[in-house]
């Protein structure tokens, strides 16, 4: 193992990713782990140099005072007790608390500053091969940025012995499912399943209108494929995940309550039982993004705007139309490119397009038309519970409206949504 690591025990102090990232800051990779953790698996973590203890309020859970069992305390490497009832208060000034923690991690504990990409790569090439052994490994992969890392990671430590399964439900946007075949099937040589399942999905989204009744069907079907795909395939033990850090915050921990619940955790079939691989599971987005870039992946897959999960699914509204949704992608396609082309691509959160069901009369060539309206929407955010509108140039947003009315079939208006979150949501549906 390459890197050295600090264990941060989690007793429910909503500070704890915090803290690993300032660990982080300082070079040397911090885990956070639960509470009840064993003084023989703390043992068994790789280069663990120290421990710290983080309590705060929530190491009261129903009356009761939560604590790391008795033999945590007399592990063989330094245990740092922070915030942890009647021990001196955790400095909340970030140059004194910078200095307490490079004073523990360097000082105390002797670790070195060897955090990078490439040795968390080599690290997790090794663990990945020491889990996995000779066995298969499946993973859905969606193109998003989490499960195409996974994917590329798994690539490089298991090569063959991964099957990627790639499910187009017709809601991706426009040549992302020829990217992924192109990156991964082509140009990383990996076993890779692609199946077409466009008709499947439109057939059973067909006449359904409402929201949530859209994302379940979605959603449901979206698991059916999979399995049954998994099931066509023998002699398979593990499944990878894309699950990252703030999916597990989000979640919830043994500690922590949930803020919500997420697609990546929990929601396994039942009966179909693999053991999971999960080599993202400690890292934040940005160091995801990282880790993709050092394995070779396309900028344009690492650095992607985040894309719900439905897909252009809710950006089309009310009940989808295959002319619709085309309208959606052909448009989306027409505003990322013009983004890009005036450097704005990488700098607005998310940008996108959304086509209402209804129609508006217009005028075209001297001859009246009945057609669709496109909806522009950029917005910036930090944490998506709020945003606020990108102030797009003029001139630019004119340019985009003169070709989406002149490329879109059946667009004949273009309105930019200058709502923020509240009172809008990022999404329409
Ligand atoms: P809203 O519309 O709630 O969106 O302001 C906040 C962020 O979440 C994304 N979003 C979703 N992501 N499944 C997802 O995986 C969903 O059903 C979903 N709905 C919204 C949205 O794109 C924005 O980034």
């Given at each position: ?157 298991i090569g063959k012995q991964l099957t990627c399964v790639h499910v187009n439900h017709g809601l991706l946007r426009k040549g992302e499912p020829e990217q992924v075949v192109k990156v991964f099937r082509d140009e990383m040589d990996a076993n890779l399943i692609y199946v ?126 295959r002319d619709r949704l085309e309208a959606v992608r052909e448009s989306d396609a027409i505003l990322r490119e013009e983004f890009a082309q005036a450097g704005l691509q990488g700098k607005v959160w998310q940008y996108f397009t959304v086509v209402p069901d209804f129609k508006?009369?217009?005028v075209r060539d001297n001859v009246r038309t009945f057609d669709w309206p496109v909806i522009l929407r950029a917005v910036n955010t930090v944490d998506a519970m709020t945003a606020t509108v990108e102030d797009v140039p003029f001139a630019l947003l004119q340019k985009i ?29």
């Amino acid at each position: 193992m390459k890197q050295d690591m600090i264990v941060i025990l989690d007793l429910g102090s909503e500070e704890n990713p915090r803290l690993a990232r300032e660990i982080r800051a300082l070079g040397v990779y911090s885990e956070i782990h639960p509470h009840d953790i064993t003084a023989e698996e703390l043992a068994a973590l790789p280069n663990v140099k120290g421990v710290i203890l983080n309590g705060g309020p929530n190491r009261v859970v129903d009356g009761v005072e939560i604590d790391v069992s008795k033999e945590i305390y007399n592990a063989p490497v330094p245990v740092l007790l922070a915030d942890h009832g009647g021990d001196a208060p955790w400095p909340a000034d970030p140059e004194e608390r910078k200095a307490a923690l490079s004073n523990f991690v360097f000082g105390v504990c002797g670790a070195q500053a060897n955090w990078n990409m490439e040795n968390f790569i080599a690290d997790q090439v090794e663990l990945i091969r020491r889990q996995v052994g000779d066995k298969k490994v499946l993973l859905a992969l969606s193109g998003g940025v989490d499960s195409s890392v996974v994917a590329a990671l798994l690539i490089k430590a298991i090569g063959k012995q991964l099957t990627c399964v790639h499910v187009n439900h017709g809601l991706l946007r426009k040549g992302e499912p020829e990217q992924v075949v192109k990156v991964f099937r082509d140009e990383m040589d990996a076993n890779l399943i692609y199946v077409d399942a466009v008709d499947r999905f439109l057939d059973k989204l067909a006449g359904v209108a409402d929201p949530e009744e859209k994302r379940k069907i979605i959603g449901g079907e979206f698991i059916r494929v999979f399995e049954e795909e998994a099931r066509k395939l023998d002699g398979i033990d593990f499944l990878a995940q894309g699950t990252i850090y703030p999916d597990i915050i989000e979640s919830g921990t043994k500690t922590v309550k949930a803020v919500k619940s997420h697609h990546n955790v929990g929601g396994l079939p039942e009966d179909l039982k693999f053991e999971l691989v999960e080599p993202l599971k400690m890292l934040f987005k940005d160091e995801v993004r990282a880790c993709g870039a050092a394995l070779g992946l396309p900028d344009s897959m690492v650095y992607r705007q985040p894309f719900p999960g439905p897909g252009l699914g809710v950006r089309c509204l009310g009940a989808i139309t295959r002319d619709r949704l085309e309208a959606v992608r052909e448009s989306d396609a027409i505003l990322r490119e013009e983004f890009a082309q005036a450097g704005l691509q990488g700098k607005v959160w998310q940008y996108f397009t959304v086509v209402p069901d209804f129609k508006s009369v217009g005028v075209r060539d001297n001859v009246r038309t009945f057609d669709w309206p496109v909806i522009l929407r950029a917005v910036n955010t930090v944490d998506a519970m709020t945003a606020t509108v990108e102030d797009v140039p003029f001139a630019l947003l004119q340019k985009i409206t003169q070709r989406i009315t002149s490329e879109v079939k059946g667009v004949n208006r273009v309105l930019y949504d200058l709502t923020p979150k509240p009172s809008g949501t990022i999404e329409w549906e």
